[in-house]
């Protein structure tokens, strides 16, 4: 994170998470197992111990049939709402790979816009498929990006643009010798 960019309250998240998870009537092992991820790390996220990744976000937010901008974010119910750079949430990734949330929280939208960078040659892990009916849309702003949808493997270059059906696993790599900047949307439907 730069010094411009908000913390992630860790806090806050946990209790997002919380109570998300409390509203949907699930206990720490039910949502633990949905997220694919240890009932340990889970504890510690929702007691703001410990500082998740964006592939464990994107993992407890599947598994809450929401977006990961929903677990870091307040709701911001208004009719229009303006989000400066500087209250842009950014979620850090292993290798140095950064998410700035552009989008607002929003009641009763599952929809999600973010910019991820990745530097040269980090790959940034395989995302889980999100439930059907989701759509995500994505445009590389700058550098080479080569996205792997299920066993389908797309290169993407600078001003390229996709759409993919949400409800695949999809994984994103940086294999070129610049960093690769994307916007990324995605509308999520929550599962009944």
């Not at 599947?62 to 977006?67: C, E, I, N």
Request: one cysteine or more; aromatic letters at 4%.
């Amino acid at each position: 994170m730069t010094r411009d960019d908000p913390a992630l309250d860790l806090a806050a998240l946990g209790l997002r998470i919380r109570a998300m998870r409390k509203g949907q009537s699930l206990t720490l092992a039910e949502l633990a197992g949905r997220a694919e991820i240890s009932l340990s790390m889970l504890s510690s996220v929702e007691r703001g111990e410990k500082a998740a990744t964006v592939l464990v976000l994107h993992r407890i937010a599947t598994g809450l049939g929401t977006s990961i901008a929903r677990l870091v974010e307040d709701e911001s119910p208004a009719r229009a709402v303006v989000l400066r750079r500087s209250d842009q949430v950014v979620v850090p990734g292993p290798g140095d790979w950064t998410r700035r949330i552009l989008s607002p929280v929003i009641p009763g939208v599952e929809f999600e816009m973010m910019q991820t960078t990745i530097p040269p040659g980090v790959d940034t892990g395989t995302y889980g498929p999100h439930p059907a009916g989701s759509h995500e849309y994505l445009m590389v702003e700058a550098g080479t990006l080569t996205l792997t949808l299920d066993a389908e493997t797309h290169r993407l270059g600078a001003g390229d643009s996709i759409y993919y059906d949400g409800a695949c696993r999809h994984g994103y790599r940086n294999d070129g010798e610049a960093p690769c900047r994307y916007v990324l949307a995605m509308m999520v439907r929550r599962p009944r």
